[in-house]
């Protein structure tokens, strides 16, 4: 048999065993859970504030290192990522829900801005890590965040993160615009909206909410 029929045979059966294993994933169970796979996403809390959060708050980590420094940023970005998860999602609620611009605690800002500093350089450098969301504080019962703070931050979102070219690419994009979640915890400011977002709600887990509606009363 000559060269020619041998590569012509080998070509044949390659084209085969492709076009069945496509067929396969296709019709397989594994392949229906691989391709809806493409429209799940994991998201973790991550807050990256400690020792300002508080020493005693639920944000301590388990080693000595302080989330501040731009090393432990990077170090967990890599792990955050291997394991699997899309994006963190950054608790600003405690400090935005407030009633005056001048009580915001520009800590909680400050260290988020770091982070997206060091993601920014780890896409340099062609590292791995989970894009970034950021919950913002409406309402939770007994602490509420003014329209002007809300409309306030907001803006301050769009103009230094959404509109920075060096910054924007680590956001968690959705609809093709970035996401915010919302912290409605009383069910009360749940129709608010933001052209410029796409806008999550969310409540509280596991707790009694005030005024929550019967049916959801948690």
């Given at each position: 048999?000559?060269?020619?029929?041998?590569?012509?045979?080998?070509?044949?059966?390659?084209?085969?065993?492709?076009?069945?294993?496509?067929?396969?994933?296709?019709?397989?169970?594994?392949?229906?859970?691989?391709?809806?796979?493409?429209?799940?996403?994991?998201?973790?809390?991550?807050?990256?504030?400690?020792?300002?959060?508080?020493?005693?708050?639920?944000?301590?980590?388990?080693?000595?290192?302080?989330?501040?420094?731009?090393?432990?940023?990077?170090?967990?970005?890599?792990?955050?990522?291997?394991?699997?998860?899309?994006?963190?999602?950054?608790?600003?609620?405690?400090?935005?829900?407030?009633?005056?611009?001048?009580?915001?605690?520009?800590?909680?800002?400050?260290?988020?801005?770091?982070?997206?500093?060091?993601?920014?350089?780890?896409?340099?450098?062609?590292?791995?890590?989970?894009?970034?969301?950021?919950?913002?504080?409406?309402?939770n019962?007994?602490?509420?965040?003014?329209?002007?703070?809300?409309?306030?931050?907001?803006?301050?979102?769009?103009?230094?993160?959404?509109?920075?070219?060096?910054?924007?690419?680590?956001?968690?994009?959705?609809?093709?615009?970035?996401?915010?979640?919302?912290?409605?915890g009383?069910?009360?400011?749940?129709?608010?909206?933001d052209?410029?977002?796409?806008?999550?709600?969310?409540g509280?887990?596991?707790?009694?909410?005030?005024?929550?509606?019967?049916?959801?009363?948690?």
């Amino acid at each position: 048999m000559g060269t020619r029929w041998v590569i012509l045979i080998v070509a044949v059966v390659v084209i085969i065993c492709v076009g069945l294993l496509i067929i396969m994933r296709i019709t397989s169970p594994l392949g229906e859970t691989m391709v809806s796979k493409q429209h799940t996403y994991i998201v973790m809390e991550y807050k990256p504030f400690f020792p300002s959060y508080g020493l005693s708050s639920e944000a301590v980590p388990l080693t000595a290192y302080w989330s501040n420094t731009s090393a432990i940023i990077e170090q967990e970005a890599l792990w955050l990522s291997w394991a699997g998860v899309d994006a963190i999602l950054i608790d600003w609620s405690p400090a935005t829900m407030v009633n005056n611009i001048t009580w915001i605690n520009w800590l909680y800002i400050d260290h988020t801005t770091q982070l997206l500093e060091v993601y920014h350089e780890m896409d340099l450098a062609h590292l791995p890590h989970p894009k970034v969301i950021i919950l913002v504080g409406i309402d939770n019962g007994p602490h509420r965040a003014s329209i002007q703070v809300l409309n306030y931050i907001l803006n301050w979102i769009y103009t230094h993160y959404v509109e920075n070219p060096d910054l924007n690419s680590s956001l968690f994009y959705y609809d093709g615009k970035p996401v915010l979640v919302m912290l409605d915890g009383s069910f009360t400011n749940h129709t608010f909206k933001d052209p410029r977002f796409t806008i999550f709600f969310m409540g509280f887990h596991l707790e009694n909410i005030m005024n929550a509606p019967p049916w959801k009363p948690y």
